[in-house]
T-cell receptor, first 114, second 118 residues
Framework: DAKTTQPPSMDCAEGRAANLPCNHS???????VYWYRQIHSQGPQYIIH???NNETNEMASLIITEDRKSSTLILPHATLRDTAVYYC???????????????FGQGTTLQVKP | GAVVSQHPSRVICKSGTSVKIECRSL??????MFWYRQFPKQSLMLMAT?????????EQGVEKDKFLINHASLTLSTLTVTSAHPEDSSFYIC??????????????FGEGSWLTVV
């Protein structure tokens, strides 16, 4: 699976948009970009994933560049409860000998401040 | 989203004893489950991939005889830490893949289990 690079930490003001970048320059054509977050002492929570098109759900938006070498997770109106470690993970499609396991990097610690 | 449950959420055991942690997929079938370990202020480290009806696949450096994994049904995988030592104290997290959801077979995580070995 391709490696990802994220800034170690970011701050965001409450109510503002939080934009979390991720570089995955070695991503291959059948690999998805997944975002999870982990609030202290809890299991990771799925946020969103995408292949090449931008995606949006009730939690966030995912913007993937046209060359797929980087992406940005957008939390449109950050709240204090969004303070967490955010992980960007590139993962192949399961099947075809691929278990589809998730390998975590160090992630970005997002601190939402009042 | 799909729900994955772990039990117990916290356990304290004596050094030298064994402790079992359960991981259940509550509303979907999971042919594949994953076990992670996380030390304080560190990221999650994948320990093994648990496959229903077959042997688990362990990551390099993980002792298969110490961390026994059983995946006897499509909704249950267990991790047994045998002959536990204080250095095994950690946050253990499982995840499960919903095999019927496509694309990408989204993976969902349990709440985690805190193990303290005294």
């Amino acid at each position: 699976d391709a490696k990802t690079t994220q800034p170690p930490s970011m701050d965001c003001a409450e109510g503002r948009a939080a934009n979390l970048p991720c570089n995955h320059s070695t991503i291959s054509g059948n690999e998805y970009v997944y975002w999870y977050r982990q609030i202290h002492s809890q299991g990771p929570q799925y946020i969103i994933h995408g292949l090449k098109n931008n995606e949006t759900n009730e939690m966030a938006s995912l913007i993937i560049t046209e060359d797929r070498k980087s992406s940005t997770l957008i939390l449109p109106h950050a709240t204090l409860r969004d303070t967490a470690v955010y992980y960007c993970i590139v993962r192949g499609i399961s099947g075809s000998g691929n278990t589809g396991k998730l390998i975590f990097g160090q992630g970005t610690t997002l601190q939402v401040k009042p | 989203g799909a729900v994955v449950s772990q039990h117990p959420s916290r356990v304290i055991c004596k050094s030298g004893t064994s402790v079992k942690i359960e991981c259940r997929s509550l509303d979907f079938q999971a042919t594949t489950m994953f076990w992670y370990r996380q030390f304080p202020k560190q990221s999650l480290m994948l320990m093994a991939t648990s496959n229903e009806g077959s042997k688990a696949t362990y990551e390099q450096g993980v002792e298969k005889d110490k961390f026994l994994i059983n995946h006897a049904s499509l909704t249950l995988s267990t991790l047994t830490v045998t002959s536990a030592h204080p250095e095994d104290s950690s946050f253990y997290i499982c995840s499960a893949r919903d095999q019927w959801v496509n694309p990408g077979n989204t993976i969902y995580f349990g709440e985690g289990s805190w193990l303290t070995v005294v």
